[in-house]
């Protein structure tokens, strides 16, 4: 029997507890994530969504709620999914979005982690990871030769061939790597990592594309009526006109 399976006892017959239940309201509570992304589903199945918001937007120009860019969001990644990889696999926040996420069919994903312990902490979650690979990086059958491409990339740095075996362990180097060999498209990170050790692979392995020394960042913030977008708060300390 799964561990997610609730078991009430009560003292009623069938047919007065059939009806209590019936009669027990069941609101849809907003930090209730299980019961938003249930009625989210249903209403996208049952409403054309685009000429709906398209009808809001006509009557209320220039106003771009958070729930409005999120769903603009999962459309855009609808039309084109990628297959993204997820270094943080046994975080509670990053189970919970792998199992919404191919639901929605806007990404493929790759967990990495013990996959045992990501069975462990998704099961009394009630998730579906059933369409989720998961990439146990103790076992990964490309991690030498992951290793040999860092220190190759990395050898001009002073890094030997048994430091690219031990960084390689890391899981952002491994996710980073997935990406450089184009086993990824690309790779989300940063929920349990700093921001320097999320970042520092990327620097090291994937790089700028050429022709490009600066790296910039945004990140968006959701208020309760509208979305701001913060330019260069985490990676570029002077920021120029033309970055």
């Known amino acids: 029997m799964s561990e997610a399976l609730p078991v009430i ?14 009669e027990v309201k069941a609101p849809i509570l907003s930090d209730d994530e299980e019961k938003v992304n249930v009625a989210i589903d249903a209403f996208e199945q049952a409403v054309p969504t685009e000429q709906f918001i398209r009808e809001l937007l006509r009557r209320r120009p220039g106003i771009l709620t958070p729930r409005m860019f999120e769903h603009r969001l999962v459309e855009w990644a609808r039309r084109d999914p990628k297959h993204i990889v997820l270094p943080e696999g046994e975080d509670e926040r990053i189970l919970r979005a792998a199992g919404l996420a191919p639901r929605k ?6 967990l990495l982690g013990d996959p045992e312990t990501i069975a462990k902490k998704g099961r009394p979650l009630g998730l579906d990871l059933s369409r989720v690979e998961v990439v146990d990086p103790a076992r990964f059958p490309k991690f030498e030769r992951y290793a040999e491409r860092y220190y190759q990339l990395r050898r001009h740095k002073g ?14 180097c491994l996710g980073a790597m997935m990406v450089l060999e184009g086993d990824a498209d690309g790779m989300v990170s940063g929920a349990v990592h700093t921001t320097a050790d999320t970042l520092r692979p990327a620097f090291e392995i994937i790089k700028t594309r050429p022709g490009y020394g600066i790296v910039s960042s945004v990140f968006f ?12 708060c985490a990676v570029n300390p002077d920021p120029m006109l033309s970055s």
Not at 9 to 22: D, H, L, M, Q
Not at 159 to 172: K, V
Request: hydrophobic share 45%.
């Open 9 to 22: 006892s009560v003292r009623e017959n069938t047919f007065p507890a059939a009806v209590k239940v019936r």
């Open 105 to 110: 069919g806007i990404a493929r994903l790759t």
């Open 159 to 172: 890094i030997t061939y048994e430091m690219a075996l031990d960084l390689m362990a890391h899981r952002n």
């Open 221 to 232: 913030m959701c208020l309760k009526d509208r979305v701001l977008v913060y330019g260069d």
